[in-house]
Each structure stands twice: as C-alpha cells, then as structure tokens.
T-cell receptor
Framework: AQSVTQLGSHVSVSEGALVLLRCNYSSSVPPYLFWYVQYPNQGLQLLLKYTSAATLVKGINGFEAEFKKSETSFHLTKPSAHMSDAAEYFCAVSENQGAQKLVFGQGTRLTINP | GAGVSQSPRYKVAKRGQDVALRCDPISGHVSLFWYQQALGQGPEFLTYFQNEAQLDKSGLPSDRFFAERPEGSVSTLKIQRTQQEDSAVYLC????????????FGQGTRLTVV
C-alpha cells in the first residue's frame, strides 16, 4: 500500500525567505509523485509532478521538487517566498503516471509573514 | 465547460437525510474521480469512472455511498441516511484519456450534516 507523510502541518516563513515543505512516501512500486496547492475555497491545482524522468522537477510559480529514492522523499522548495504563496500544499503518490487514484498526505499550511 | 463544475457548493443536511452531489467534468474527459476531504485532512479517494464504467469503488466508506455516471459525462455522488461523520468537502476531478496527464479538480461541495 502507498502512503504519504508530510512533516509539519503548519510552516511559516518570511516573505523572500526559502520555502521548504517536506514529503516522504512509501510505495511498493516505482512511485509517481505530485504536489498540489489549494487556496481557500478552491479546488486543488497541480504544481508539479515526478514521473521517473528527471529527478529535479520544476513546476509553476517558481516551485521545484527533488525526488530522492534513497531517502524516499519529494520535498518542495521555492527560493523566495511571496505573499501569494500562502495556501495549503498537498503531496500525493500514485502507482500510475496518468491521473489515476492518488493517495494524499495530510497537507501543510504555508503562512507568509510580511 | 472551462473547468470541473460541482454543485451545490454548500449543502446542509439533517442527519438521516439523503443528498446528491453533482459533478460536471471538463468536456471530453473520460476519467472522473471523487474524493472526500475531511476538515484538516488531505483528500481521500472514493471512486473512479472511466466513461460510464465504475472501475474502482474501493474508497466508498459504506453502502450508504453510491456514485453513478450513466452517460459517461455528468456524475452524481449520492449519500443515503447521512450521518455527522459524512461532513466533509467532496471533490470531483476529471482527466483526459492520454497518459501522463493531470487531473483537474473542481471547487468541491462542502457537506455539513447537523
């Protein structure tokens, strides 16, 4: 069975500071990994995905994530936080690279301090 | 339509009442997913359709939950005899046939059972 653990339900950073959101996964097969963002009262929007090509994946809004098999991690980073990055972020894993059944983590709420 | 549309956006039901939640996927998308997102949690998979066929319903929590997509387009999630633990946001997502595609999420229906 697949599972995702997001370390830290709340992360707070200053505007302009580095953003680091942690995600560890468990999967019995080579995983496909995703990061989604959810703004208040909105649906989920895909930030980026890992599908076994490059281990460093670049997404929208300046976010990127690195797949590290040895650490079973897929942490999300952004060099410089912007106020508009404040949202809930979800890491997810799938057995398929297509949009199949996703297993989500519990989410990390990112707050940006001015 | 331009995106996945869900209705109603908000629903308050008395315990024991039946409810029906509607999802209009993006036109032409063959895959449709339902997820349940409890407060403060990540979304959890409920069921998956490919066209009108329900290929996976392993996430439906009880036989009070029923989903259909009779013409391979609009889908309805029905919950019979609602209970307080059914209170959650119900998210619908759709994706196209092509591999390596992403799922597009609707804004969700927030169900509150009182």
């Amino acid at each position: 069975a697949q599972s995702v653990t997001q370390l830290g339900s709340h992360v707070s950073v200053s505007e302009g500071a580095l953003v680091l959101l942690r995600c560890n996964y468990s999967s019995s097969v080579p995983p496909y990994l995703f990061w989604y963002v959810q703004y208040p009262n909105q649906g989920l929007q895909l930030l980026l995905k890992y599908t076994s090509a490059a281990t460093l994946v670049k997404g929208i809004n300046g976010f990127e994530a690195e797949f590290k098999k040895s650490e079973t991690s897929f942490h999300l980073t952004k060099p410089s936080a912007h106020m508009s990055d404040a949202a809930e972020y979800f890491c997810a894993v799938s057995e398929n690279q297509g949009a199949q059944k996703l297993v989500f983590g519990q989410g990390t709420r990112l707050t940006i301090n001015p | 339509g331009a995106g996945v549309s869900q209705s109603p956006r908000y629903k308050v039901a008395k315990r024991g009442q039946d409810v029906a939640l509607r999802c209009d996927p993006i036109s032409g998308h063959v895959s449709l997913f339902w997820y349940q997102q409890a407060l403060g949690q990540g979304p959890e998979f409920l069921t998956y359709f490919q066209n009108e066929a329900q290929l996976d319903k392993s996430g439906l929590p009880s036989d009070r939950f029923f989903a259909e997509r009779p013409e391979g387009s609009v889908s309805t999630l029905k919950i019979q005899r609602t209970q307080q633990e059914d209170s959650a946001v119900y998210l619908c997502a759709s994706s196209s046939r092509e591999a390596n595609t992403e799922a597009f999420f609707g804004q969700g229906t927030r169900l509150t059972v009182v």
